[in-house]
């Protein structure tokens, strides 16, 4: 079927090395930011948050680091997987939890 | 989290014609939100969706071409009206749930497809 991802930037990890994962937002404004993995076909499935007042979160396998002062936010995989190529996303909450998600970038993860 | 499921999965539809996409939720959630995908781009939102109100529109969407429902807390509809090419997107739902601490997470729905030719 039709990628969602055939106009985004690719990052090409080989297994096993860690891929980061980067986001520029756009209003200083906002509280809570969100990162999403989109595989093909399916809807954007929720992996990590962070809030405004934090500058660095950790889950099984990612970290997600937010630096206020440049805007911009990260997603650091571990030791990735061919099960981690997808379509990664960041959103933030701009106000009364609406999100804006920001352009996208496919992960292939060669074995 | 929350289970999200949508009907159809997929739908193509001749320009001019109408289609209604239901968005059901496993669990009562007060927000719902609808976004539009267009093909190799990022989610859009086109409006929230709360029970027992109108709907809110996002800027470029109106209630003409995107009528919404929301008859209770577990359901909800989006109609893409009098369609053309342009319209032919992945539209999901998506729902807010609560987090840990005070933060809500926001789950989406698989999608529907929609082919206008």
């Known amino acids: 079927g039709e990628s969602v991802g055939l106009h985004l930037p690719t990052l090409s990890v080989q297994e096993g090395d860690n891929s980061i994962i980067n986001c520029a937002y756009s209003?200083?404004?906002?509280?809570?930011f969100i990162w999403y993995k989109q595989e093909s076909g399916k809807g954007p499935q929720f992996i990590i948050d962070?809030?405004?007042?934090?500058d660095k979160r950790q889950g099984q396998r990612v970290t997600v680091l937010l630096n206020k002062t440049v805007k911009h936010l990260s997603l650091q995989i571990a030791a990735t997987q061919p099960g981690d190529s997808a379509v990664y996303f960041c959103?933030?909450?701009?106000?009364?939890?609406?999100?804006?998600f920001g352009a996208g970038t496919i992960l292939r993860v060669k074995s | 989290s929350a289970v999200i499921s949508q009907k159809p999965s997929r739908d193509i539809c001749q320009r001019g014609t109408s289609l209604t996409i239901q968005c059901q939720v496993d669990s009562q959630v007060t927000m719902m939100f609808w976004y539009r995908q267009q093909p190799g781009q990022s989610l859009t939102l086109i409006a929230t969706?709360?029970?027992?109100?109108?709907?809110?529109?996002e800027s470029g969407f109106v209630i003409d071409k995107f009528p919404i429902s929301r008859p209770n807390l577990t359901f909800s509809t989006l109609t893409v009206s009098n369609m053309s090419p342009e319209d032919s997107s992945i539209y999901l739902c998506?729902?807010?749930?609560?987090?840990?601490?005070?933060?809500?997470?926001?789950?989406f729905g698989p999608g529907t497809r929609l082919t206008v030719t």
């Open positions: 959103a933030e909450n701009v106000y009364g939890n609406k999100l804006v």
């Open positions: 969706a709360n029970q027992g109100s109108e709907a809110t529109y």
């Open positions: 209003n200083s404004a906002s509280d809570y």
């Open positions: 998506s729902v807010d749930v609560r987090g840990t601490g005070n933060s809500y997470e926001q789950y």
């Open positions: 962070i809030r405004s007042n934090m």
